[in-house]
């Protein structure tokens, strides 16, 4: 099993940068495909960004040129890099993992506790 760990949320004024962790437990990150998601209260979850276990990278129209998804194996840790933020960028954040960039988009098998991001204007 993989367990994930998020941090890095925090309150962040309109136009701030905030950059988001998620570590994972056991020696098998690398073959992993991650994925960042988000939920306002009151709203479906979104997909946010995902990054196969190669380094390929895939964003959200509402964040894309905004946000980088980044993975460094050796530290078993992805990071989510967000500028230029809005408020509509307020959610909590979750990390997730699964086998295939496919997967993740779908039903990702794990799941981290999740990361509030606030925006103020």
């Known amino acids: 099993q993989v367990q994930l760990v998020e941090s890095g949320g925090g309150l962040v004024q309109a136009g701030g940068s905030l950059r988001l962790s998620c570590a994972a437990s056991?020696?098998?990150?690398?073959?992993?495909?991650m994925g960042w998601f988000r939920q306002a209260p009151g709203k479906e979850r979104q997909f946010v960004a995902a990054i196969s276990s190669s380094g390929d990278r895939s964003y959200a129209d509402s964040v894309k040129g905004r946000f980088t998804i980044s993975r460094d194996n050796v530290k078993n840790t992805v990071y989510l890099q967000m500028n230029s933020l809005k408020p509509e960028d307020t959610a909590v954040y979750y990390c997730?993992?699964?086998?295939?960039?496919?997967?993740?988009?779908?039903?990702?098998?794990?799941w981290g506790q999740g990361t509030q991001v606030t925006v103020s204007s």
């Open positions: 056991g020696r098998t990150f690398s073959i992993y495909a």
């Open positions: 997730a993992a699964d086998i295939s960039v496919a997967r993740v988009f779908k039903t990702p098998n794990y």
